[in-house]
Protein backbone atom coordinates (compact mmCIF):
# COMPACT_ATOMS: atom_id res chain seq x y z
CA UNK A 1 0.00 0.00 0.00
CA UNK A 2 0.81 3.66 -0.21
CA UNK A 3 1.10 4.51 2.96
CA UNK A 4 1.65 2.77 6.92
CA UNK A 5 -1.49 0.67 8.50
CA UNK A 6 -2.63 -0.68 11.16
CA UNK A 7 -4.77 -3.23 12.47
CA UNK A 8 -7.21 -3.41 13.81
CA UNK A 9 -8.12 -0.16 14.15
CA UNK A 10 -10.07 -0.55 16.89
CA UNK A 11 -9.58 -2.96 19.99
CA UNK A 12 -11.85 -3.23 22.87
CA UNK A 13 -10.43 -6.04 25.53
CA UNK A 14 -10.69 -7.16 29.29
CA UNK A 15 -8.33 -6.06 31.91
CA UNK A 16 -6.42 -9.43 32.39
CA UNK A 17 -6.64 -10.20 28.41
CA UNK A 18 -3.37 -10.29 26.15
CA UNK A 19 -3.87 -8.36 22.99
CA UNK A 20 -1.39 -8.20 19.41
CA UNK A 21 -1.52 -4.46 17.40
CA UNK A 22 -0.26 -5.12 13.87
CA UNK A 23 1.74 -2.25 11.79
CA UNK A 24 2.42 -2.46 7.77
CA UNK A 25 4.99 -0.19 6.92
CA UNK A 26 5.57 1.59 3.91
CA UNK A 27 7.13 -0.99 1.84
CA UNK A 28 11.23 -0.18 1.92
CA UNK A 29 11.69 1.77 4.75
CA UNK A 30 13.67 -0.06 7.12
CA UNK A 31 12.80 1.86 10.49
CA UNK A 32 10.03 1.83 12.22
CA UNK A 33 8.88 3.13 15.70
CA UNK A 34 5.18 2.88 18.08
CA UNK A 35 4.28 5.60 20.19
CA UNK A 36 1.34 5.80 22.30
CA UNK A 37 -0.88 8.76 22.96
CA UNK A 38 -3.12 8.86 25.96
CA UNK A 39 -6.19 10.86 26.10
CA UNK A 40 -5.37 14.82 25.99
CA UNK A 41 -1.62 13.93 25.71
CA UNK A 42 1.54 14.23 23.19
CA UNK A 43 2.44 10.58 21.41
CA UNK A 44 5.17 9.01 23.71
CA UNK A 45 7.87 6.85 21.80
CA UNK A 46 8.00 3.43 22.89
CA UNK A 47 9.91 1.26 21.04
CA UNK A 48 12.73 1.95 17.64
CA UNK A 49 13.59 -0.83 14.71
CA UNK A 50 16.33 -0.54 12.37
CA UNK A 51 15.79 -3.53 10.29
CA UNK A 52 14.68 -6.70 12.28
CA UNK A 53 15.99 -5.84 15.76
CA UNK A 54 14.72 -3.57 18.45
CA UNK A 55 17.54 -0.51 18.47
CA UNK A 56 15.94 1.12 21.26
CA UNK A 57 13.10 -0.73 23.68
CA UNK A 58 13.64 2.48 26.16
CA UNK A 59 10.21 3.92 26.07
CA UNK A 60 8.65 0.59 26.72
CA UNK A 61 6.58 1.31 30.11
CA UNK A 62 7.34 -2.49 31.74
CA UNK A 63 7.74 -5.95 30.66
CA UNK A 64 4.07 -6.58 29.68
CA UNK A 65 4.79 -4.56 26.27
CA UNK A 66 6.95 -6.65 23.75
CA UNK A 67 7.16 -5.91 20.18
CA UNK A 68 8.47 -7.81 17.12
CA UNK A 69 9.81 -7.04 13.85
CA UNK A 70 10.65 -10.60 12.82
CA UNK A 71 11.28 -9.88 8.68
CA UNK A 72 12.24 -6.84 9.07
CA UNK A 73 8.97 -5.41 7.38
CA UNK A 74 5.82 -6.18 9.46
CA UNK A 75 5.46 -5.38 13.63
CA UNK A 76 3.70 -6.55 16.02
CA UNK A 77 3.21 -4.98 19.63
CA UNK A 78 2.44 -7.05 22.59
CA UNK A 79 0.89 -6.39 25.51
CA UNK A 80 0.23 -9.12 28.20
CA UNK A 81 -1.96 -9.01 31.37
CA UNK A 82 -3.63 -5.75 29.97
CA UNK A 83 -4.25 -3.11 32.86
CA UNK A 84 -7.13 -0.64 32.27
CA UNK A 85 -3.95 2.21 32.07
CA UNK A 86 -2.58 0.62 28.81
CA UNK A 87 -5.94 1.99 26.80
CA UNK A 88 -4.99 4.36 24.38
CA UNK A 89 -4.10 4.98 20.73
CA UNK A 90 -1.15 3.21 19.75
CA UNK A 91 0.78 4.74 16.88
CA UNK A 92 2.82 3.46 14.22
CA UNK A 93 5.55 5.22 11.95
CA UNK A 94 8.29 4.00 9.20
CA UNK A 95 11.17 6.41 7.89
CA UNK A 96 13.17 5.32 4.93
CA UNK A 97 17.15 5.28 5.24
CA UNK A 98 19.38 7.04 4.20
CA UNK A 99 17.84 9.31 6.64
CA UNK A 100 15.14 12.16 5.22
CA UNK A 101 14.12 12.84 9.04
CA UNK A 102 10.75 12.43 8.60
CA UNK A 103 8.17 9.53 9.83
CA UNK A 104 5.16 8.62 8.67
CA UNK A 105 2.13 7.68 10.95
CA UNK A 106 -0.44 5.00 10.11
CA UNK A 107 -3.92 5.57 11.59
CA UNK A 108 -3.48 4.32 14.90
CA UNK A 109 -5.12 1.32 16.87
CA UNK A 110 -7.67 2.67 19.93
CA UNK A 111 -6.68 0.26 22.56
CA UNK A 112 -9.39 -0.04 25.40
CA UNK A 113 -9.07 -2.15 28.25
CA UNK A 114 -12.66 -2.65 30.10
CA UNK B 1 17.78 14.65 26.02
CA UNK B 2 15.13 16.30 24.36
CA UNK B 3 11.62 17.86 24.91
CA UNK B 4 9.26 20.09 23.54
CA UNK B 5 6.93 22.53 24.95
CA UNK B 6 4.06 23.77 23.72
CA UNK B 7 3.47 26.81 25.11
CA UNK B 8 -0.49 27.43 24.87
CA UNK B 9 -3.26 24.18 25.70
CA UNK B 10 -6.19 25.93 23.63
CA UNK B 11 -6.45 28.95 20.93
CA UNK B 12 -9.77 30.18 19.84
CA UNK B 13 -9.63 32.19 17.05
CA UNK B 14 -12.28 33.43 14.74
CA UNK B 15 -12.43 32.63 10.95
CA UNK B 16 -10.44 34.80 8.52
CA UNK B 17 -8.38 35.92 11.59
CA UNK B 18 -4.69 35.29 12.16
CA UNK B 19 -3.11 32.35 14.10
CA UNK B 20 0.40 31.36 15.79
CA UNK B 21 0.68 28.51 18.01
CA UNK B 22 4.02 28.69 20.37
CA UNK B 23 6.58 26.07 20.52
CA UNK B 24 9.67 25.64 22.43
CA UNK B 25 12.07 23.20 22.57
CA UNK B 26 15.34 21.87 24.77
CA UNK B 27 17.80 19.50 23.05
CA UNK B 28 21.93 19.49 23.63
CA UNK B 29 22.34 18.15 19.49
CA UNK B 30 21.13 19.19 16.45
CA UNK B 31 17.54 18.70 15.76
CA UNK B 32 15.43 18.59 13.26
CA UNK B 33 11.76 20.36 13.91
CA UNK B 34 8.23 19.31 13.05
CA UNK B 35 4.32 20.27 13.49
CA UNK B 36 1.67 17.83 12.51
CA UNK B 37 -1.67 18.16 12.56
CA UNK B 38 -4.21 15.45 13.98
CA UNK B 39 -8.03 15.80 12.99
CA UNK B 40 -10.42 14.69 15.38
CA UNK B 41 -10.60 10.97 16.11
CA UNK B 42 -7.53 10.89 12.74
CA UNK B 43 -4.41 10.05 12.77
CA UNK B 44 -1.45 12.31 12.59
CA UNK B 45 -0.77 14.14 9.39
CA UNK B 46 2.65 15.76 8.70
CA UNK B 47 1.93 20.11 8.36
CA UNK B 48 5.94 21.27 7.62
CA UNK B 49 9.37 20.58 8.84
CA UNK B 50 12.54 21.77 9.54
CA UNK B 51 15.87 20.04 8.86
CA UNK B 52 18.36 22.20 7.35
CA UNK B 53 18.41 25.80 4.85
CA UNK B 54 15.52 28.28 5.34
CA UNK B 55 14.87 29.03 8.82
CA UNK B 56 11.49 30.39 7.11
CA UNK B 57 9.46 26.63 6.18
CA UNK B 58 6.38 26.95 4.53
CA UNK B 59 3.92 23.57 4.70
CA UNK B 60 0.68 22.66 3.53
CA UNK B 61 -3.03 24.48 3.86
CA UNK B 62 -0.87 27.68 4.08
CA UNK B 63 0.94 26.93 7.43
CA UNK B 64 4.37 28.22 7.79
CA UNK B 65 6.84 27.91 11.01
CA UNK B 66 10.17 30.18 11.85
CA UNK B 67 13.04 28.25 13.36
CA UNK B 68 14.50 30.34 15.70
CA UNK B 69 18.28 28.86 17.10
CA UNK B 70 18.61 31.35 19.39
CA UNK B 71 15.13 31.28 21.31
CA UNK B 72 14.98 27.40 20.71
CA UNK B 73 11.54 28.40 19.16
CA UNK B 74 9.85 27.25 16.19
CA UNK B 75 6.43 28.83 16.06
CA UNK B 76 3.80 27.96 13.69
CA UNK B 77 1.44 30.80 12.15
CA UNK B 78 -1.44 30.59 9.68
CA UNK B 79 -2.93 34.40 8.48
CA UNK B 80 -6.45 33.89 8.01
CA UNK B 81 -7.94 30.20 9.65
CA UNK B 82 -10.77 28.24 7.95
CA UNK B 83 -13.12 26.50 10.45
CA UNK B 84 -11.97 23.31 8.95
CA UNK B 85 -8.79 24.44 10.70
CA UNK B 86 -10.26 23.24 13.73
CA UNK B 87 -7.71 20.26 14.93
CA UNK B 88 -5.07 19.36 17.45
CA UNK B 89 -1.49 20.53 16.50
CA UNK B 90 1.49 19.06 17.76
CA UNK B 91 5.03 19.89 17.77
CA UNK B 92 7.55 17.71 17.76
CA UNK B 93 11.73 17.39 17.77
CA UNK B 94 14.23 14.63 16.77
CA UNK B 95 17.85 14.36 16.19
CA UNK B 96 19.77 11.88 13.94
CA UNK B 97 21.84 11.02 17.24
CA UNK B 98 18.89 10.06 18.68
CA UNK B 99 18.15 7.92 15.98
CA UNK B 100 15.35 10.50 14.56
CA UNK B 101 13.37 9.55 17.80
CA UNK B 102 10.04 11.95 17.75
CA UNK B 103 9.58 13.83 21.26
CA UNK B 104 6.26 15.43 21.28
CA UNK B 105 4.85 18.97 22.73
CA UNK B 106 1.47 18.08 24.76
CA UNK B 107 -0.73 20.05 21.80
CA UNK B 108 -2.46 22.69 20.67
CA UNK B 109 -6.28 22.40 20.38
CA UNK B 110 -7.28 25.33 17.94
CA UNK B 111 -10.75 26.17 17.69
CA UNK B 112 -12.05 28.45 14.70
CA UNK B 113 -15.51 29.72 15.22
CA UNK B 114 -17.41 31.64 12.54
Known amino acids: GAGVSQTPSNKVTEKGKYVELRCDPI?????LYWYRQSLGQGPEFLIY????????DSGLPNDRFFAVRPEGSVSTLKIQRTERGDSAVYLC????????????FGPGTRLTVL | AQSVTQLDSQVPVFEEAPVELRCNYS??????LFWYVQYPNQGLQLLLK??????LVKGINGFEAEFNKSQTSFHLRKPSVHISDTAEYFC????????????FGAGTTVTVRA
Open chain 1, 27 to 31: SGHTA
Open chain 2, 27 to 32: SSVSVY
Open chain 2, 50 to 55: YLSGST
Open chain 1, 93 to 104: ASRSTPASGEQF
Open chain 1, 49 to 56: FQGTGAAD
Open chain 2, 92 to 103: AVSSRLRDYKLS
